[in-house]
């Protein structure tokens, strides 16, 4: 299984114990634009942090698929087939 957080701010919300059980649960794949400094950097840094997520930085804002769809279909998939 694989959760594959975009900007998700809520993230900050969690516990760091329910974000280190998702760690056990699910393979965690954040990604994020380099100019969303608060909520994409911010929630992948956490997850990064918390649960050995892996973090991908595309080109763009908040809404990073929309900047990079390319780069954001391929970072995707990649994360999909490991």
Do not use: M
Not at 22 to 31: F, R
Not at 37 to 53: D, F, I, P
Request: hydrophobic share 40%; aromatic share 6%; proline share 2%.
């Amino acid at each position: 299984e694989q959760w594959i957080p975009v900007a998700a701010g809520s993230v900050h919300q969690l516990t760091t114990a329910q974000v280190q059980t998702l760690q056990n649960v699910v393979k965690i794949t954040a990604i994020y634009g380099q100019k969303d400094v608060h909520a994409g950097r911010g929630t992948s840094l956490v997850l990064q942090q918390w649960a050995s997520a892996t973090s991908v930085e595309l080109e763009g804002g908040h809404a990073c698929y929309l900047d990079s769809p390319k780069e954001f279909v391929r970072v995707v998939i990649q994360a999909l087939g490991t």
